[in-house]
């Protein structure tokens, strides 16, 4: 069996099928970051007593991300990737819960503190490109990286109309059905991880 064929046949065996599993989270989580853009805004706006705080949450979120990213990487190598993915996963699904107690609490701090902890989660889901380029050989390693980001792209569309349909899910109460659906597909990918092997 020559060299080429040996890595045709790997990338046809547990290198896709961890990549497309990869690429299924990256869907997933992107799903739930592109659902919080668009409506992280309103729902802080909804709950500032000062309007002009209306974004702060989401300025939280992006500095928790920034601060989270290294010490996420630092995690993972040291524990493994999908572990490292669980937890992630695992903090957002706390988060999103805590972000609708905030919501039916009308407190706005408490939902700044739960954009704070969405940042970190998201710190950690930024890496599954990271993870594709692990399981493959050198190869196939730019193909999987593209395949995982492209797993990305159905978010730009599930995210906005999953906003707008889970919007009034816990009515009388806006926004707070959400995140719920965003803790949903935080536990939907938790189970997709686990049959990731790297």
Known sequence: MTTESAETLEWRGSTRRNVLLLAACQSLS???????????????????TDKTLATLPLGVMFTM??????????????????????????????????????????????????????GTHTAFWQYYRFAAADTANVAYRSRAISYVLAGGVVSAILGPELAKYSRDLLEPVVFAGNFVVMAIICLTTIVVLQFVRI
């Open 65 to 118: 991300v920034m601060f989270s990213t290294i010490p996420a990487s630092l995690f993972m190598k040291r524990y493994g990737r999908r572990v490292g993915f669980t937890l992630g996963q695992s903090i957002g699904t706390f988060a999103a819960l805590f972000t609708v107690y905030a919501i039916f609490q009308e407190s706005f701090w408490l939902y700044t503190v739960g954009a704070a902890l969405l």
């Open 30 to 48: 992107a799903t739930t970051m592109s659902l919080i853009i668009t409506v992280h805004a309103l729902a802080g706006f909804m709950l500032a």
